[in-house]
């Protein structure tokens, strides 16, 4: 070989060596692709009203903002995916992320060990716990300062469960304990101090950083308890070693490159923007301007057809289930009839928003094909209120077929008529008068049953006002726009129901004897 040709091949073996060495170092695995993105997605499990985390930034309820949302985009764009957030409830995000309908939760959520038991957390951001209470509210100096007093916690967080061990000590000294009330929202909590029905609130203080010209300096800082516990925000994965790792390295470069120190300053979300509650910008009348600007906002018209839509679809399919079940009910004893009657028995005595967690959170569990996409919020509510409104439907249809007279069903066997004959022209038209005034009255119960679908983030009326509410904190306005179109809505029923009840008045038999007489 000549020297031409052995200098050729040393340097294409040091290019190879090189070659081989950069794709191994862990700065070239960088763009790896984790298995939390699915089809080139990267799907978010958040809850819109935790500002300035993630909320919702204006009236149109899918336009999302704050820091959890901005680095959620700057992660997809790293890993070159499509971010897709997916917005629920605070107590449905874990279970979403266990059931596979999203990659990752970031919403505020802090760094415990008690949820690394069963997820992976990777941190970004500091925080720290506070105790807030009225303006004027003397300080605190240990947490057990609150001995006796009542004070407001989110559900879904631990922070009552942390209480709970305040409480311990407090009993442990025959001290009386703290009382704690849990409310679904981080709205409603402030609100409870704002009109003094508790001593004070557990928040985090970024929150209450973002909240001081809303609140007007209505609330102030009282305590700030160091628990190791709740020192940082952190997002969270389905266990597995290596996305772990990608997500860490992709925090730690957004960290080292200054990105999210960007965030931060951007979302108020520092140590530096810490002051007192002194800024008096809150109006304390009831706005008109926004009380009108919600009535008729394009998101309270799209929530209220939402709310009306599902209501009308989950009726119609409990009447189509419930009417076999009644004439069933109505014959004779079979194994069928008893299963037919534990369905019914089963359905009404276990509370509707159990039902509707169930199917939404444990179906997935155990029946894969309830991860998918195409079981939307919209397909679980109207699943869960269809059955769960059948069972009700039953008795009323099951009474409505027994009040038919049984001679009329004798008369049309006289004149040869087949069963279906029977029932569809004889026992069908005279149970329908009977079964549909309080048919209406059961729908007008379920139109307002419909507000429970918030809880599994269908953007129906109370969940567009509730996320309204969190992030402008002006509650009598937009809970009073909200009051205006469920008494539309119910009152036209009603109305709807007056009218049938007197087109079929002469199928009360008290009525027609009195006629007669």
């Known amino acids: 070989m000549s020297p031409g040709s052995r200098g050729l091949s040393v340097l294409l073996c040091l290019l190879f060596t090189l070659t081989g060495l950069v794709l191994h170092h862990p700065a070239a695995r960088a763009d790896e692709t984790p298995g939390f993105i699915q089809d080139g ?38 890993w070159h995916a499509t971010f897709v957030p997916d917005t629920m409830d605070f107590e449905g995000m874990f279970p979403s992320l266990a059931a596979r309908r999203c990659g990752m939760v ?41 001995s006796g007093k009542t004070i407001a916690t989110q559900s879904g967080t631990s922070y009552a469960a942390r209480i709970e061990k305040e409480n311990d000590t407090l009993r442990a000294e025959g001290r009386t304990p703290i009382i704690v009330q849990q409310y679904p929202t981080e709205d409603q909590v402030v609100q409870q101090v704002l009109i003094g029905r508790v001593n004070a609130f557990i928040s985090q203080d970024v929150e209450l950083y973002y909240r001081q010209k809303q609140l007007g300096g209505k609330v102030s800082i009282i305590f700030k308890p160091d628990y190791p516990d709740y020192r940082q925000f952190a997002i969270y994965i389905r266990k597995n070693a290596e996305d772990r790792v990608q997500l860490q390295r992709a925090i730690d470069d957004l960290t080292s490159g200054g990105e999210i120190a960007g965030l931060e300053k951007k979302w108020g979300v ?11 910008n809150a109006p304390a009348r009831f706005d008109f301007a926004t009380f009108f600007s919600a009535l008729t906002s394009v998101a309270f018209l ?28 109505n014959g004779p004893d079979s194994p069928l009839k008893f299963i037919l009657s534990a369905y019914v028995a089963v ?21 894969p094909f309830f991860r998918e996409h195409w079981f939307t919020p919209f397909l679980a509510t109207w699943l869960s209120l269809s059955i769960n409104e059948s069972a009700y439907q039953v008795e009323i249809n099951r009474a ?66 509730q996320i309204q509410v969190a992030r402008t904190f002006e509650f009598t306005e937009y809970y009073s726009a909200a009051l205006i179109y469920y008494l539309a809505m119910v009152f036209f029923f009603l109305y709807l129901q007056k009218r049938i009840e007197r087109r079929f008045a002469w199928a009360d038999r008290n009525k027609a004897s009195a006629n007669v007489a």
Request: contains cysteine; charged residues 15%; proline residues 6%.
């Open 347 to 367: 359905f009404r005595g276990a509370p509707t928003l159990l039902q509707l967690l169930f199917i939404w959170n444990a179906l997935p569990q155990f029946l």
């Open 270 to 280: 520092s140590g530096e923007h810490e002051q007192v509650f002194s800024e008096k």
């Open 302 to 329: 799209k929530g209220a057809a939402l709310t009306l839509t599902i209501a009308v679809l989950s009726h119609m399919m409990a009447i189509v289930i419930s009417i076999p079940i009644a004439m069933r009910l």
């Open 106 to 146: 970031i919403s505020g959520v802090l760094r415990q060990s008690g949820r690394e038991k069963n997820y992976d957390a990777v941190p970004y951001a500091d925080s720290a716990l506070v105790v807030v209470a009225r303006a004027g509210a003397p300080k605190l100096t240990a947490m057990t300062d609150l």
């Open 400 to 465: 409505a077929l027994r009040a038919v007279d049984p001679g009329q069903r004798l008369a049309a066997d006289a004149l040869g008529m087949k069963s279906a004959q029977v029932y569809r022209h004889v026992i069908f038209p005279q149970a329908l008068r009977i079964a549909l005034p309080p048919t209406i009255n059961e729908f007008i119960s379920l139109l307002k049953t419909t507000s429970l679908a918030s809880v599994i983030s269908l953007q129906e009326l109370l969940a567009v006002t």
């Open 41 to 78: 997605q990267l799907t978010l499990c958040t809850n819109p009203t935790l500002p300035p985390m993630t909320f919702v930034n204006g009236s149109d309820t899918t336009a999302l903002a704050g820091m959890d949302i901005d680095l959620a985009r700057l992660l997809a764009a790293r």
